[in-house]
């Protein structure tokens, strides 16, 4: 079920995390699941450390009330460098959305500026260490009906309308014009190093952390709003380790077969090891109950 998540939030919201329903070893395996109140939404995720030795995947999965209005918040921070990054994100990220002053009247302001806090904080909060550790992060929130999602990095959203993939996010890569751009225009260089990186050194052109890149790696994220009608099925969030290897419309392709989302979320990792992936591998699968029919939804199930 959904325990209280004892961190200090906006006194206006009571705010809940989901539990891990299964972990096996330091980072090795964890999935769960959940479904909304009123049966409406339905989430799953999977967590798989793969042929890393370390894990570095993060991930957030929140419900909250705010002036008595349901707002979901679900995120995947995949760190590079070390996974101090990743993990301040998963503990900071979200509170400081619902914190900030602006959250529900200018959604989208609050998005990018909580983004751009949390880096700096971040930045301050590891001034005094040697690690210079990034972080991507790939977040939706859902607010009513609207979905916003926002992306920093090369983690990446995806949602099936109608039986379609649709991305709602593009991968911050060095490559791309507008970046290499942004880069070049701000005095650094992108240049071939098996892949296009920042410097030579960072292999996407936009993240937290990363101090010394910081002047080219921004934090600000895109941001994209999709309103939940009865064509939009479902939402994908997951880290570069599906991604390299699962082409979206594989991901949805595959994430239909399975009515459960969390049996989704294991699939899409399961089927990203088995064709390679050498990176930490997590994802997040939303489903959209829609109400089609006027029909109740079912009540809500929880998890022990």
């Known amino acids: 079920m959904m325990v209280d998540s004892g961190r200090a939030v906006n006194p206006r919201a009571a705010s809940h995390v989901l539990p891990e329903k299964d972990q096996v070893g330091d980072g090795g395996y964890a999935t769960g699941g959940w479904r909304s109140d009123d049966g409406r939404l339905n989430c799953g995720y999977s967590s798989f450390r793969g042929k890393r030795v370390n894990m570095e995947d993060f991930f957030d999965v929140k419900s909250t009330k705010i002036d008595g209005q349901t707002i979901s918040f679900f995120g995947i921070f995949d760190g590079h460098g070390g996974s101090r990054a990743a993990e301040y994100l998963k503990e900071h990220l979200f509170d ?110 936009r993240a937290f952390g990363n101090r010394l890149l910081k002047r080219f790696v921004v934090a600000e994220p895109d941001i994209q709003e999709r309103v939940v009608d009865h064509e939009l099925e479902f939402l994908i969030l997951a880290s570069d380790g599906l991604w390299d290897v699962v082409k979206n419309e594989d991901a949805v392709s595959l994430a239909r077969l399975e009515e459960d989302p969390e049996a989704a979320a294991r699939k899409l990792t399961e089927v990203a090891f088995s064709r390679g992936s050498a990176d930490n591998i997590t994802c997040i699968v939303v489903r959209f109950l829609n109400n089609k029919d006027g029909v109740d939804p079912p009540p809500a199930c929880a998890y022990d």
């Open 96 to 205: 400081n959305l619902m914190k900030h002053p602006k959250f529900l009247t200018d959604i989208k302001l609050a998005i990018s500026e909580s983004y751009q806090r949390t880096d700096s904080d971040f930045l301050d909060a590891e001034n005094n260490t040697s690690r210079d550790d990034g972080s991507t992060a790939s977040t939706a929130i859902l607010v009513g009906k609207h979905l916003y999602v926002a992306n920093v990095g090369d983690s990446r959203a995806v949602i099936s309308k109608a039986g379609k993939a649709i991305p709602l996010s593009d991968d911050h890569k060095p490559n791309r014009i507008d970046e290499r751009k942004r880069i070049e225009n701000a005095g650094g260089f992108v240049m071939w190093t098996g892949t296009w990186r920042v410097g030579g050194v960072l292999a996407m052109s």
